[in-house]
C-alpha cells in the first residue's frame, strides 16, 4: 500500500518496525505475533547481485489486563524483538602488492530492535510504544587502508523511535451512543473507521566509521499518515467479521536533517518539512516531503488486494500485492457450510490464530527497486477470555 503501514492499524508482526504505536494496539485483542519474509528478497534484482538480499523478522507479546480487573475502558501492554537485514554480498580481499586473493568479507547492515508500547481502548483505540536500536555496519575488514594509516570499516549507532496510532470506529462508537445497531439486514452492519499514526524515527546523534569529522547524521524522520476503512460486517458471531471491505491510506515522510555547505548538519523539529494539511489530507507533494498513497479490497478477511504509490524527491513508483489469511477461510467456511461451522475444533482455530501470507512488489519506475518482490508468513494468536 505505497509503505503506508505507519499510519493504518493491522497485525502485521512486522507493523511495529515502521510504528512502534502498532504493538499497543496490536495488545489490545492479541496476545502473541511472529513473522518472517520467506524466502529473503533478492534486493534491486535488476543489477543481478549474487548475495545481495534483504530480511526482516519479528516477534511480540502482549496482554490486556481487562481480563484480570473490572476496568471502565481496556489496557494491554506487550513487547517485541525485530531484525532488519541487508546483506550485501562476498567480497574478495587482496592485499596491496597486488590481486592476490588473500581472504573473503560478507558485508551487511543490521537493525536490532526492542519495541514496548501500551495499548487504551475507550471508544477509541490507541496505541503509543517506543523502538530501541541498536544498528551495525559491516562495509569492509576491521582495516581498510586509507593513506594515512587504517581504520575500521564498521559503525555502530543506537537510536529510538516513538510512535502513536489512533483507530475510531466511527459507525461503532455511534451505534453504541445510540443504544442499538444500525443494521442493513440481520446481523449485518456497515461499519466506518478512521486512523491516524505519528511516528519521529531515528532519534539519536551521528553514525562514525572511523573519522570524527566525517560522522553522518542518523536519518532522524518525522512521519504523520491518514486512514479510512469503510464496508459492512457481521456480528453474528463472537467477534466482528468484515465481509467486505476498503481502504484507503495517505502518509508523508520527511527527512529531518539539514545540511549546509560547510559540511554540517542539524536536525528540524516537529515536522520539519512535512506539511500536515498540504500533504496528508490535500495529498499535494512537494520538492521536501515524500507522499505515500494506498488502497486495499478486503473479501471475508480471507483475501486482501492492495495497491499504492510513492512521490518522493528523486524518488517514484508504484506498489501492488495481496495477502491470503487462514483465519477469514476458517470463518467463511463456517459461513457457508453450518455444519462444519458447529465443529469444535474448527471454532476454536478460527476464533483464536490466524496464518497469513503477504505478497508485494515494486514497478512503474525506473529505479533499480523495479521487480524487487517481498513475501512474507505471519502467525497471530488472538486474546483468550479467562
Not at 12 to 37: E, K, R, V
Not at 77 to 103: C, H, Q
Not at 147 to 160: R, V
Not at 324 to 344: M, Y
Request: charged fraction near 15%; glycine fraction near 12%; aromatic fraction near 10%.
Amino acid at each position: 500500500m505505497g509503505g503506508t503501514s505507519a499510519s493504518q492499524p493491522t497485525r502485521d508482526a512486522l507493523a511495529p518496525i515502521s510504528n512502534p504505536g502498532q504493538l499497543g494496539y496490536f495488545t489490545l485483542d492479541n496476545i502473541f505475533s511472529a513473522s518472517t519474509y520467506t524466502p529473503r528478497t533478492a534486493w534491486l534484482p535488476q543489477y543481478n547481485i549474487d548475495g545481495l538480499t534483504y530480511g526482516t523478522k519479528a516477534v511480540n507479546i502482549g496482554y490486556n489486563v481487562r481480563d484480570l480487573f473490572s476496568l471502565p475502558f481496556s489496557l494491554s501492554a506487550g513487547v517485541g524483538y525485530s531484525e532488519v537485514r541487508i546483506d550485501m554480498g562476498t567480497f574478495t580481499l587482496t592485499n596491496s602488492s597486488g590481486p592476490t586473493p588473500i581472504g573473503t568479507f560478507n558485508s551487511n547492515e543490521t537493525s536490532e530492535s526492542i519495541c514496548a508500547a501500551v495499548g487504551v481502548e475507550y471508544y477509541a483505540k490507541i496505541g503509543v510504544g517506543l523502538n530501541f536500536k541498536r544498528i551495525a555496519s559491516n562495509l569492509s575488514p576491521t582495516v581498510t587502508e586509507q593513506g594515512d594509516g587504517g581504520g575500521p570499516g564498521t559503525a555502530h549507532a543506537s537510536a529510538t523511535d516513538i510512535g502513536v496510532l489512533i483507530d475510531l470506529p466511527v459507525a461503532r462508537v455511534a451505534s453504541q451512543l445510540a443504544g442499538t445497531s444500525i443494521d442493513i439486514a440481520p446481523n449485518i452492519a456497515p461499519f466506518l473507521d478512521l486512523s491516524f499514526g505519528y511516528v519521529k524515527a531515528n532519534v539519536g546523534d551521528k553514525v562514525v566509521y572511523d573519522d570524527e569529522a566525517q560522522a553522518d547524521p542518523l536519518p532522524r524522520t518525522a512521519i504523520a499518515g491518514l486512514g479510512v476503512e469503510f464496508g459492512v460486517s457481521s456480528h453474528a458471531g463472537p467477534s466482528e467479521w468484515k465481509l467486505a471491505s476498503f481502504r484507503l491510506a495517505r502518509q508523508a515522510d520527511d527527512l529531518l536533517i539539514v545540511r549546509y555547505a560547510s559540511g554540517s548538519s542539524n536536525y528540524q523539529s516537529g515536522l520539519g518539512d512535512l506539511k500536515f494539511v498540504d500533504n496528508v489530507i490535500l495529498g499535494k507533494a512537494n520538492d521536501k516531503a515524500t507522499l505515500r498513497k494506498g488502497w486495499q479490497v478486503g473479501v471475508a478477511e480471507f483475501l486482501y488486494i492492495r495497491g499504492g504509490s510513492v512521490n518522493g524527491p528523486g524518488l517514484v513508483y508504484s506498489t501492488s500485492g495481496y495477502s491470503i489469511c487462514l483465519g477469514g477461510l476458517l470463518t467463511l467456511v463456517g459461513f457457508v457450510s453450518p455444519s462444519l461451522g458447529k465443529e469444535s475444533w474448527l471454532g476454536f482455530v478460527g476464533d483464536h490464530f490466524d496464518i497469513q501470507y503477504h505478497s508485494c512488489e515494486y514497478g512503474s519506475t525506473t529505479s533499480p527497486i523495479s521487480g524487487t518482490s517481498s513475501a512474507a508468513l505471519n502467525l497471530v494468536v488472538k486474546g483468550f477470555a479467562f
